[in-house]
């Protein structure tokens, strides 16, 4: 019976297409509900904005001097590009708009995937586990935030432009090389593409375009590292603990999406993600047991390796591979091993499972393709979705952190948030000028004031402080947004001199609650506020209570006294 069905469906190209466009169109309501015009938790954005005020003043040196100026050591000409022409088009840059144009990216790389999947000349069924893997939002971090949007997958997409041109077009030499810069001047690891390509020519027998990819390394590599003075520190292979943090750090870079979450995964639960990585690299090298002498042969020109698919795979994975290796070499000093698994990180992770489901297509016999391709679909999809259930709540919460943030450095002028980026209220100001954000939580009072009107009492469950944070908490409502998810209940300390704001963090329900009573955000909310950001004083506490797009003010009765 099953088999009938397979049969069935097989048969049935349209229901591949609506099937392979489902994870795209939840993507799309994902990034409608929660993106915001807003400067996203750290200061990138305002940072990569100041750029605009000094463009039109700057000569053609002073112009390519600013594109190209370190951040921290990358060169951002794409996404400084983006936002001059966003302002100079219309007057102003709405942080939506890049984060529009950064996921137009990452849809674009699924065309790629397409091109190079149509070359198999296999049925659409097998490409379906490609958009369900793809189409994933675990790199949250990334969605919706505007300046590492662009940079991280403006390069995805550059690069795998470039690795499909060299590996399907290689008489096209010259457009692989054009995408393969544009990657290297979007963020920093966009230059090991080159190496890459060049290698690409090599096993495919092209002596010519490698050399001409080597001679244009070279050349870009002069350009790129004029003017360059590393700031972060690197991996100390003296120290054994940070070589042991950057081995194991590797692996669970590679494996990272098997923690589900992106953040709040406890540091023993992280070694799943550091199994999953080798068994992922063990995977793929297992996969090409049988290439390695075509492959070794290739390299020494006694032949050209001919399967182009099984090239692409192992080009995406090598990539991918020297980015986990550069990340570690240069994140374990100062991010340590846990720093490996920011979201913005994790999209590498989903790279790897599509260079391995390319090189299965590419490598694997019909036989063994039309018996595991089900069960591949079928892992695609619910690997969607519970990284889908498990980072909802994250890139909410990240949103309303971004509003509390805004909020903060806007009123107190001497928040640590602004001094930690070397920039004074003013500019911060100014910068905020040209993206027009709305300042909702300011909405129907005036944060300045010296009192506060409050339609009534709310006492919190829980004052306290945990670690190196104040922690309010109310544990007895649902706090459901009507509105969108800037909806919520902010916790406001407020002293005759300072007034801050933190969001609510707001955890999901375990998977089989959801599936069992239709929820998924927990009861209540916890508010907490870092004891660096906060100034000594005496503090009345607030809760914020945004409705429907609506403030609410209620006293708590409760006091916080930050000493020294």
């Not at 137009?104 to 296999?122: G, K, P």
């Not at 081995?247 to 992280?270: E, R």
């Not at 948030?417 to 004074?424: H, L, N, Q, V, Y």
Request: net charge positive; charged share 15%; hydrophobic share 50%.
């Amino acid at each position: 019976m099953f088999s009938s069905f397979l049969r069935f469906v097989r048969e049935k190209s349209w229901l591949a297409c609506l099937l392979g466009l489902l994870p795209g169109l939840i993507y799309i309501w994902v990034f409608e509900v929660i993106a915001l015009n807003v400067n996203y938790v750290a200061f990138d954005d305002i940072l990569i904005l100041g750029i605009i005020p000094e463009f039109s003043k700057a000569d053609l040196a002073g112009k390519w001097k600013l594109l190209t100026t370190l951040f921290p050591e990358h060169r951002l000409v794409f996404s400084r590009s983006v936002i001059l022409l966003l302002e100079k088009t219309f007057g102003t840059v709405n942080l939506v708009w890049p984060m529009m144009i950064a996921n137009t990216c990452w849809a674009l790389c699924a065309w790629v995937f397409y091109r190079a999947f149509r070359h198999l000349r296999f049925s659409i069924w097998y490409f379906v586990p490609v958009m369900w893997l793809w189409f994933n939002i675990q790199s949250f971090e990334n969605i919706f935030w505007g300046v590492s949007s662009l940079c991280n997958f403006g390069v995805i997409l550059f690069v795998l432009s470039a690795l499909y041109f060299a590996v399907y077009k290689p008489e096209r030499i010259a457009i692989s090389l054009l995408f393969a810069i544009a990657a290297t001047f979007t963020y920093g690891n966009g230059l090991m593409v080159f190496p890459v390509i060049g290698l690409l020519f090599l096993l495919g027998g092209y002596r010519k375009q490698f050399f001409i990819t080597l001679a244009t390394t070279l050349i870009i590599a002069v350009i790129y590292f004029i003017d360059f003075t590393p700031i972060t520190q690197n991996l100390d292979f003296s120290n054994p603990q940070q070589v042991k943090e950057g081995f194991f750090g590797f692996f669970g870079f590679i494996g990272s999406w098997a923690t589900l979450t992106a953040y709040g995964t406890p540091t023993s639960g992280l070694y799943i993600a550091v199994a999953m990585g080798m068994l992922m690299i063990a995977a793929l090298l297992f996969l090409y047991r049988k290439q390695y002498i075509p492959l070794w042969n290739s390299t020494w020109l006694k032949g050209r390796y001919t399967n182009p698919t099984a090239l692409f795979a192992l080009a995406i994975a090598i990539f991918t591979g020297i980015t986990a290796l550069a990340l570690t070499y240069k994140r374990i000093p100062t991010d340590t091993f846990e720093g490996m698994f920011k979201g913005r990180y994790r999209m590498y992770s989903t790279l790897w499972c599509i260079a391995l489901y390319f090189g299965f297509l590419a490598i694997a016999q019909h036989t063994a393709r039309r018996k595991f391709a089900p069960g591949i679909l079928v892992a695609a999809i619910v690997m969607n979705l519970l990284l889908l259930h498990g980072n909802f709540a994250e890139a909410v919460n990240g949103r309303r952190a971004a509003i509390a943030q805004e909020f903060n450095a806007r009123y107190n002028a001497d928040w640590l948030g602004i001094r930690m980026f070397s920039m004074d209220q003013q500019h911060f100001e100014k910068i905020r000028s040209y993206y027009r954000s709305a300042d909702p939580l300011a909405e129907n009072w005036n944060p300045r004031a010296d009192s506060v009107s409050c339609a009534g009492t709310y006492p919190p469950d829980e004052v306290g402080v945990l670690g190196d944070h104040i922690v309010v908490g109310f544990h007895q409502e649902f706090f459901k947004p009507e509105k969108d998810y800037s909806d919520g209940a902010y916790v406001i300390l407020k002293s005759t001199e300072h007034v801050y704001a933190a969001q609510p963090n707001q955890a999901s329900v375990p998977l089989k609650t959801t599936l069992r009573r239709g929820m998924y955000f927990n009861k209540g909310v916890n508010a907490s506020f870092h004891t660096a950001n906060v100034e000594p004083g005496t503090y009345q506490i607030y809760l914020l209570v945004r409705k429907n797009g609506r403030n609410t003010i209620y006293c708590t009765g409760r006091t916080w006294e930050e000493r020294e």
